[in-house]
C-alpha cells in the first residue's frame, strides 16, 4: 500500500549520550580510489566538525560559523589525457535488434534503422494494438525485440511472446504464485492477482516481473537461447521459442538472489546484464552473479559500505535504476539509489558512501574497480535514478570511452570507463548547515558547470508560476511560510521547497547517439514541499513478540512496498503514527480505490479490520517489564508533509515548463537544446504557451533523425527533430505511454512499440496495451 501522506519516522535515543559514525569505506580504483579523491576535495580528510570519524553528540547543532570558513568551492580536477581510456574498438550493437531492455548493453536506447526518418514520420500509422487482457495496471518496461518477436512483460504480471508483424500473442508465461526455491510459509503478493472489477479485467496490485527490463541470451554450443528477467527477487530463464521454463537452470528456471525473496517489490526488477558465462542481477541493495548455463552463484556486492542501524530494514543504496556491460573489458557499471530514510540523517553520519553513486564492478569477481558519489549524505532523495550508460565521446581531440549517468539533480556525469574519472572539472560548493539537532550534512555538494545542467536544482521566489495572477499569488502564500535555497537540509515545524524527487531525470533515463555524441533525456521541473516534525514515542511494539493477526495481513500484502516495520522505502511513505494523518475510512477508501503508484488492494472483511487494528496500532503488544527505557522512550523526526507545490488549480506551482526533452552534446559538455515536453490542452486554449507535462517515458534516438518520447500526462507519443527539438509527429495513445518505446524491423519494414498502460508516478486511466506503428505499406 502506498498512501500519500507520507512519513519518516527516524529515532534518537534519548539517553544515548553520542553516536558512532558511519566508517568511511574507500573503494580503490585501479590504484586510485575516486572516492578518496572526492573525499580529498570536499574536506572529507581535512579534520573539520564533519569528517566521519568524529563522534557526534546526540541533540547537538552543526556550527554554521565553522562550516563558513571553508572554502566556498572545491574542485574534482578532470582526469588527465593520459588518463582518458581509449576505445576498445567493439561498439554497442545498434542495429535492427534489441536484445536487451534499453536496446544493448551499454543502454544506448538508439538504433541505425531509418526507414523512419525526418521527411515521412507524419506518415506514421498505427500498425496494431495488443492487449493483454490480464488486467490493468502499469508497465514500466522497455521490451526485448529479436528476430521480429517481442518480449515483454503485462499487467498482469505474465512475460509474453507477441508477433511484432501482427501483434499476435505467441505465448505466455505466469511466474508460479511462489517460486519454487522459495519457503512454502513465505508469502509472495508479488504475484497475486486482486479481485475482479466489473468489466472483467483486474486492478493489478504490487509490481510484476521485469518491470524495468529483461535480456535476450543468444547461447552458445549445445545451450540455447534463453530470456532472462527478474520476478520478487528471483532470476528466471525461459525458453525464448516455447515460453518454458529452462529446467537445467538452477532450481527447474530460477535461482534465488541473497537478497531474499519477497522483499524488492519494484527495486530488483530492472533488466540483467550478461558477460560471456556471467550473468548479473541486482535486487535492491545487493548485486549477485550467477553462471548463465546452470545458475549456478559466483559473486554478490552489498552496496550499501557503511554501518547501519537495523540491517533488516531498507536502508537504501538500491539498483533500481539499472546496470550496465562493458563487453569488452568485462565491466559492471551499476547506479546505486539515495539511503534511507529519506530527509533524515542523524543514524546515518558520514558520506554514506556507495549511494547516490555509479560503481564499476570486474563482471567476473564482483571487485570493486572504482565508485563515484554525486550526492553525499543526501538527505532529498536525490538518487542516481536510471541506468548508467557507456558511451564513446570526443574530448579534447581524442575519443574516449566513458561512462554517462543522468541524475535528479538533472546533472549528467561523465566519468572515464577505467577510473571513474570525471571527464569535466567535478565542482562543488560548501553547502548550508542543518538545523536539526544531531544532524551532521556534507559539507560539499555538486554544482556543476559541464555537462551543463538539465533541470532546475535551486528553488527561488523567481521560479513561482506565473500561468495566472490567481497561481502565482497562492503559491506565494506557501512561499513566504517555507525556506528554500541551494541544497537548504529539511527542518523542523518549517517546510522547505525544492526540486528533484521527481527528477531532473527519472528511471526513465536517456538515450545516446554514438553517431554525434549527443545525450537525448527527458526530465521533470516540479518543485515539492517537505517539512520534519518531532514526536515523542513512550511505548513501543515489542519486536520479540509473535506478529499479530494484522501485521500478519501487513507483511502479506504490503511490506513489500513499505517495508518490514511500516519505515517506507525510497518515495513509497512510512506507515507509522497513521493516527495523526488519517482516519480509518480514508484509508479504507485508498485500499479501494488506490492512490497514486498504489493500486487499489482487495482483502476479506477480516484481514482487513485485523489490518486496520495494526496500522493505529490498537493490537499493540507493550514490551515486557524491565525493558531498557531506552528503547521505549525515543525522539522521532519525521517528515509530516510531503507534497508537490501546487497552485490553486492543481498544475504545478513552479514556472514552466514542467516537463522538458533534452539534448546535451557530450563532447563539449554544451546543453544544445531544450523543449516544452507535453501540454494541458486546457491551457493551451486560453493561449498559454506550451508548459510541458511531469513526465515518466524516456527517449529514443534513431539513424532516421528522429528522437522519440511519451510519457507525458497528455498521453501521447511524440517524435522530434534530434537537431533542434522540433516537433514533427504526435499520436494520442489509449492510455498513458509510461515506458520508453523501442524500434525493430520485420520483413524490411520499421516499426516503433511502446507501452501504453497508464498508472504509475502520474496515475490515470489503466489499461494493457502495446501499441505499435509503423509506415503505411
Not at 521459442?241 to 537478497?259: A, I, L, P, Q, Y
Not at 519486536?543 to 525510497?570: F, I, M, W
Not at 504545478?652 to 514542467?658: A, T
Not at 557530450?666 to 508548459?691: D, M, S
Amino acid at each position: 500500500m502506498n498512501f500519500f501522506g507520507r512519513k519518516v519516522n527516524h529515532s534518537v535515543p534519548r539517553n544515548t549520550a553520542t553516536f558512532a559514525a558511519s566508517a568511511l569505506v574507500t573503494v580503490m580504483l585501479l590504484g586510485v580510489s575516486a572516492m578518496d579523491l572526492a573525499a580529498e576535495e570536499t574536506g572529507a580528510t581535512s579534520g573539520h566538525e564533519n569528517t566521519p570519524d568524529k563522534p557526534v553528540v546526540a541533540g547537538s547543532l552543526e556550527n554554521a560559523r565553522e562550516r563558513n570558513k571553508l572554502p566556498l568551492y572545491k574542485v574534482v580536477p578532470a582526469a588527465r589525457d593520459s588518463e582518458l581510456t581509449s576505445p576498445s574498438g567493439q561498439d554497442p550493437k545498434n542495429n535492427g535488434t534489441w536484445s536487451r531492455s534499453n536496446a544493448n548493453a551499454e543502454n544506448t536506447r538508439y538504433s541505425t534503422l531509418a526507414q523512419i526518418n525526418r521527411a515521412n514520420v507524419r506518415q506514421l500509422e498505427v500498425a496494431w494494438v495488443y492487449h493483454s487482457g490480464d488486467g490493468k495496471g502499469n508497465i514500466q518496461a522497455n521490451p526485448v525485440i529479436v528476430d521480429g518477436v517481442i518480449f515483454a512483460p503485462t499487467v498482469g504480471k505474465n512475460i509474453v511472446a507477441i508477433d511484432g508483424e501482427t501483434g499476435t500473442e505467441l505465448w505466455r508465461f505466469r511466474p508460479p504464485a511462489q517460486p519454487l526455491s522459495m519457503p512454502a510459509k513465505t508469502a509472495l503478493s508479488q504475484f497475486q492477482v486482486d479481485g475482479a472489477t466489473a468489466n472483467g479485467l483486474v486492478e493489478v496490485g504490487g509490481y510484476g516481473p521485469a518491470n524495468r527490463g529483461l535480456v535476450y541470451w543468444a547461447g552458445y554450443a549445445e545451450h540455447g537461447p534463453r530470456l532472462f528477467f527478474v520476478a520478487n527477487g528471483y532470476l528466471i530463464a525461459l525458453d525464448p521459442k516455447t515460453g518454458k521454463s529452462v529446467d537445467s537452470f538452477g532450481n527447474h528456471g530460477e535461482v534465488g538472489s541473497t537478497k531474499g525473496p519477497g522483499k524488492s517489490s519494484f527495486l530488483g526488477a530492472v533488466a540483467p546484464a550478461i558477460y560471456k558465462n556471467v550473468i548479473v542481477a541486482p535486487n535492491q541493495n545487493m548485486v549477485d552473479a550467477f553462471d548463465v548455463v546452470s545458475g549456478a552463484h559466483l559473486w554478490q556486492f552489498n552496496t550499501l559500505q557503511y554501518n547501519v542501524k537495523n540491517p533488516d530494514d531498507d536502508n537504501g543504496g538500491n539498483v533500481w535504476g539499472g546496470i550496465a556491460m562493458d563487453l569488452a573489458r568485462g565491466i559492471v557499471f551499476i547506479a546505486a539509489g539515495d539511503p534511507h530514510p529519506n530527509f533524515v540523517g542523524i543514524d546515518r553520519i558520514g558520506r554514506n558512501p556507495n549511494t547516490n553513486s555509479v560503481i564499476a564492478l570486474d563482471a567476473t569477481t564482483g571487485r570493486v574497480l572504482w565508485s563515484f558519489q554525486e550526492v553525499a549524505h543526501d538527505l532529498w532523495d536525490h538518487d542516481t535514478p536510471a541506468a548508467p550508460q557507456l558511451v564513446t565521446v570526443m574530448h579534447d581531440g581524442k575519443r574516449v570511452d566513458a561512462v554517462a549517468q543522468v541524475t535528479k539533480l538533472g546533472n549528467t556525469l561523465l566519468l572515464d570507463r577505467l577510473s571513474g574519472k570525471p571527464l569535466f572539472p567535478f565542482r562543488l560548493r560548501r553547502a548550508p548547515v542543518s538545523k536539526l539537532p544531531g544532524e551532521r550534512t556534507w559539507p560539499y555538494q555538486p554544482d556543476l558547470e559541464r555537462p551543463q545542467p538539465f533541470a532546475r536544482q535551486d528553488f527561488t521566489m523567481d521560479d513561482i508560476t506565473d500561468i495566472t495572477p490567481e497561481s502565482h499569488a497562492f503559491v506565494l502564500k506557501q512561499a513566504q511560510k517555507a525556506t528554500f535555497g541551494w541544497f537548504e537540509p529539511p527542518t523542523e515545524g518549517k517546510p522547505i521547497i525544492f526540486y528533484g524527487v521527481h527528477g531532473g531525470a527519472e528511471w526513465t533515463g536517456a538515450s545516446f547517439d554514438p553517431s554525434t555524441g549527443w545525450l537525448y533525456v527527458s526530465a521533470n521541473q516540479i518543485a515539492w514541499v517537505e517539512s520534519l516534525s518531532r514526536t515523542t514515542s513512550e511505548s513501543q511494539r515489542d519486536q520479540h513478540h509473535e506478529p499479530t493477526a494484522g501485521e500478519t495481513v501487513y507483511l502479506q500484502h504490503c511490506s513489500v512496498c513499505h517495508g518490514q516495520n511500516r519505515q517506507g522505502k525510497g518515495m513509497v511513505p512510512s506507515l507509522t503514527d497513521l493516527n495523526g494523518r488519517f482516519s480509518e475510512s480514508q484509508v479504507a477508501g485508498i485500499l479501494k480505490t488506490g492512490r497514486d503508484a498504489m493500486p487499489p488492494i482487495e482483502i476479506t472483511d477480516d484481514d482487513r479490520r485485523d489490518l486496520f487494528k495494526f496500522l493505529f496500532d490498537r493490537d499493540i503488544v507493550r514490551p515486557s517489564a524491565g525493558s531498557n527505557p531506552a528503547e521505549s522512550a525515543t525522539i522521532s523526526y519525521q517528515a509530516s508533509d510531503f507534497t508537490k507545490l501546487l497552485d490553486n488549480q492543481g498544475y504545478p506551482g513552479s514556472k514552466p515548463p514542467w516537463g522538458t526533452l533534452n539534448a546535451i552534446d557530450l563532447n563539449t559538455g554544451k546543453l544544445v537544446w531544450k523543449v516544452p515536453l507535453g501540454e494541458y490542452e486546457e491551457l493551451a486554449r486560453q493561449g498559454i504557451p506550451k508548459t510541458g507535462t511531469e513526465n515518466f517515458g524516456g527517449a529514443m534516438a534513431t539513424a532516421g533523425g528522429l528522437v522519440f518520447c511519451g510519457g507525458t500526462r497528455d498521453l501521447k507519443i511524440r517524435a522530434f527533430d534530434k537537431d533542434n527539438g522540433s516537433e514533427l509527429w504526435q499520436y494520442k495513445l489509449p492510455y498513458g505511454g509510461y515506458a520508453p518505446p523501442a524500434t525493430y524491423e520485420v520483413n524490411g519494414r520499421q516499426y516503433i512499440v511502446i507501452a501504453a498502460t497508464g498508472g504509475g508516478k502520474l496515475g490515470g486511466k489503466l489499461g494493457d496495451a502495446y501499441v505499435a506503428f509503423a509506415l503505411p505499406k
